[in-house]
């Protein structure tokens, strides 16, 4: 399975921009990049995926590097409800099963 | 509104029990359905894809016979840890893709939190 590189952690600060920054420099040309997230006690929740072009839905934006070799995930006001573990997940053709890596944790300061 | 819902959302049971944990799709069908493991501030592990009608495929290093999935209905798969010990104490969580297709969305459960004296 391709892997994916995030940083561990992040801050932001309340209504501001947040950018998450996915690495998948081995990513083949069919892999769907998605991106969930997980609050504390609860299970993952969708957030957004692409697989070439840039993404918008209410919840975020998906930034896709020309090369498709790393993303972001643009969080575009940060709330307190935003806290949580963002993963970067890419998903082969033909499959929907998910390999969660290890994510960043997102704190969201007042 | 919940589209996948997981029962019991925790259990404490036991050394030796077999606990079973429903996951069932609301409003939807689906013909596969994924089950996770989550241990203490670890990422999630892919354990096994639930087949409507079919054998479960597992994940390497996951002992089918100690981990009992049955996907009876196209709302419901059951994940039955048999013969449970302290180190299978975890977060057991599903999922479900809304749509047949790959690489669509996947709704997950709340989890379930299990706990094994």
């Known amino acids: 399975d391709a892997k994916t590189t995030q940083p561990n952690s992040m801050e932001s600060n309340e209504e501001e921009p947040v950018h998450l920054p996915c690495n998948h420099s081995?990513?083949?040309?069919?892999?769907?990049i998605h991106w969930y997230r997980q609050l504390p006690s609860q299970g993952p929740e969708y957030v957004i995926h692409?697989?070439?072009s840039n993404v918008n839905n209410r919840m975020a934006s998906l930034a896709i590097a020309e090369d498709r070799k790393s993303s972001t995930l643009i969080l575009h006001r940060a709330t307190l409800r935003d806290a949580a573990v963002y993963y970067c997940i890419l998903t082969q053709t033909g499959a929907n099963n998910l390999f969660f890596g290890t994510g960043t944790r997102l704190t969201v300061i007042p | 509104g919940a589209v996948v819902s997981q029962h019991p959302s925790w259990v404490i049971c036991k050394s030796g029990t077999s606990v079973k944990i429903e996951c069932r799709s609301l409003d939807f069908q689906a013909t596969t359905m994924f089950w996770y493991r989550q241990f203490p501030k670890q990422s999630l592990m892919l354990m096994a894809t639930s087949n409507e009608g079919s054998k479960a495929t597992y994940e390497q290093g996951v002992e089918k016979d100690k981990f009992l999935i049955n996907h009876a209905s196209l709302t419901l798969s059951t994940l039955t840890v048999t013969s449970a010990h302290p180190e299978d104490s975890s977060f057991y969580i599903c999922s479900a893709p809304t749509r047949i297709q790959s690489n669509q969305p996947q709704h997950f459960g709340d989890g379930t939190r299990l706990s094994i004296l």
């Open positions: 081995t990513i083949s040309g069919t892999d769907y």
């Open positions: 692409g697989l070439t």
